[in-house]
């Protein structure tokens, strides 16, 4: 309720939207000390989730989104340098992995876990570059160290949650898993498969990999220059049918050591081809590409949340259980709004669904008009009403400003009538 109608995960923020019905201390403490399982909690949410929408199959898609924390930070769980896609620069901040489900009626979080850089292995690859850079033979280099357990990879920590959703719902059918760039590993994609029961794994690639036609060995940049592809329909989520430039090819991928559905692909107002690969070799070229369309639907959800559901705009509860259970209330806010009253009914008329956003500012007009009720049910109205005004005062004090100099001595500002004829000589 207070990510809601506050939309960040602070309790002073609660206490005030509350007018201290809620004390921050006792907020504080039962988010600390109360014996919730929150990771149950997480996991008895999502049954919900897939019970109340009547969900049996879907789509995974996997992502990592990066939160800006403050530049020196000691208590930020898994806090570390990150990459600046905007400025070319790092900053500090915490990287998540979420995984998603995309259903034909709801998108649901289903996962996510934090992510930071294994220390050994940044090291050895700064050491690798510099070595590099001298041109130093790589039989005189130190070999790469063994991956630390405490510090997964984000492909190993999706692996994981897709283990974890697969053994908790055997139910749900996964037809397809999709996932970006990062992930299109011969490792991830054969076992994410193999996790959802050989489902087809789709993720993007870049256009220097490597295949193998005819017993020569080409970049996919240059084969799909020799076969440029033809123009193809398809609809894009479902929606709008577009015209797109399509070349594909079941072809040995030399980096995954096996054959692969390979697809160039260039959308409309596009100058280059795309790269896509999948596992089944049995799928037609365009429902690999419309499938892949759906990989959006994730970046939707990750602006949904970092914008109305309050671990984007301040979240700053320290140590691992801070960081974890906040982003557990953020997205089991998520999961709350799928069970709006509007939203349910516009689910089972098979409408558009609502923002989450729109959602959220409605709800915060019915605690207004909840105030409201309240105060006009009152015995005496008008009692309660000044009552109600004081405790805002109290609760929203004003401040002083340090901006305005009212109050203050701003110094003498006029000349000294003793030393003009010192400022008559500079002149002279």
């Known amino acids: 309720m207070g990510v809601l109608l506050t939309n960040p995960v602070c309790w002073a923020a609660f206490e005030r939207a509350g007018l201290r019905a809620y004390r921050l201390g006792a907020l504080s403490w039962m988010f600390r000390h109360t014996k919730i399982v929150w990771e149950r909690l997480w996991e008895v949410s999502v049954t919900v989730m897939l019970e109340q929408h009547g969900i049996r199959e879907g789509i995974l898609a996997a992502d990592d989104s990066d939160q800006r924390r403050a530049k020196r930070t000691t208590r930020i769980h898994r806090a570390h340098q990150l990459y600046d896609k905007k400025t070319g620069g790092y900053f500090n901040g915490q990287a998540v992995v979420f995984l998603l489900l995309v259903t034909p ?24 570059q510099r070595l590099n850079r001298l041109k130093v033979a790589k039989a005189e280099r130190a070999p790469q160290p063994p991956g630390d357990p405490a510090d997964p990879s984000k492909a190993q920590l999706v692996l994981e949650r897709i283990e974890t959703f697969r053994q908790a719902h055997p139910q749900v ?22 996790l959802c029961a050989a489902a087809q794994t789709v993720s993007q690639w870049r256009g220097n990999q490597k295949v193998r036609f005819r017993g020569k060995e080409h970049s996919l940049t240059a084969f799909f220059a020799a076969y440029p592809g033809v123009t193809q329909h398809i609809r894009v989520r479902g929606g709008a049918e577009i015209a797109v430039i399509v070349s594909s090819a079941r072809v040995h991928v030399c980096a995954h050591g096996k054959k692969r559905f390979v697809i160039a692909l260039k ?67 998520d999961h709350a709004l799928l069970l ?12 558009p669904a609502c923002t989450v956003g729109s959602l959220r500012r409605q709800c915060q007009g019915e605690a207004l008009m909840d105030m409201f009720r309240a105060l006009l049910a009152a015995e005496d109205p008008t009692a309660h009403l000044e009552q109600l005004a004081e405790t805002i005062k109290t609760v929203f004090p004003l401040a002083p400003s340090k901006k305005h100099m009212s109050g203050r001595d701003l110094g003498r500002q006029a000349p000294t009538p003793s030393l003009r004829y010192r400022a008559g000589e500079a002149y002279a």
């Open 173 to 194: 059918r996964i037809n397809a898993v999709l996932a970006d760039a990062l992930y299109g590993t011969q490792t991830f994609m054969d076992q994410a498969s193999a």
């Open 267 to 333: 959308y409309p107002g596009e100058t280059d081809f795309r790269s896509l690969v999948a596992t089944d070799l049995s799928w037609r070229t365009l429902d690999i590409v419309q499938v892949d369309t759906l990989r959006w639907l994730i970046e939707v959800f990750l602006e949904d949340w970092k914008l109305n559901e309050g671990w984007g705009q301040l979240a700053k509860q320290p140590d691992e259980e801070g960081s974890s259970r906040s982003l557990t209330l953020s997205l089991l806010l």
């Open 340 to 351: 709006h009253p509007e939203q349910r009914t516009r689910l089972n008329h098979q409408a």
């Open 105 to 128: 009626a709801v998108t649901v979080p289903v996962g996510f876990r934090f992510a930071s850089p294994d220390p050994k292995q940044v090291a050895w690859r700064r050491e690798e």
